[in-house]
Nanobody, 127 residues
Framework: QVQLVESGGGLVQAGGSLRLSCAAS????????MGWFRQAPGKEREFVAT????????SYADSVKGRFTISRDNAKNTVYLQMNSLRPDDTAVYYC????????????????????WGQGTQVTVSS
């Protein structure tokens, strides 16, 4: 059974940086597209970033483009989210997710396209 475990969340001041990690168990990680989503209190879960199986293609929400970078290390079964220039409105629980049957030429941006989720890690940005 494949599991995803996020880490790296915490409290940071506005303008600071954090790097989230998501470690996957199992031997098929390199065949999954991976995504990061976030959910703030009282709001729906929203797309943040996604990366294809090889790491050669990425896609970002407009709200984080230029500040966040998604990457992956298939040898370590890990996907990362480097978050720079953090703002208070980035405060949320961040989830990584796996798309175990990814499309060939495009990347999913909707939560219901991902079928495996981690437990989430809290990111709080103070002003």
């Amino acid at each position: 059974q494949v599991q995803l475990v996020e880490s790296g969340g915490g409290l940071v001041q506005a303008g600071g940086s954090l790097r989230l990690s998501c470690a996957a168990s199992g031997r098929t990680f390199s065949s999954y597209a991976m995504g990061w989503f976030r959910q703030a209190p009282g709001k729906e879960r929203e797309f943040v970033a996604t990366i294809n199986e090889s790491g050669g293609r990425t896609s970002y929400a407009d709200s984080v483009k230029g500040r966040f970078t998604i990457s992956r290390d298939n040898a370590k079964n890990t996907v990362y989210l480097q978050m720079n220039s953090l703002r208070p409105d980035d405060t949320a629980v961040y989830y990584c997710a796996a798309d175990r049957d990814p499309p060939v030429v495009w990347l999913r941006r909707l939560p219901n396209g991902y079928d495996l989720w981690g437990q989430g890690t809290q990111v709080t940005v103070s002003s």
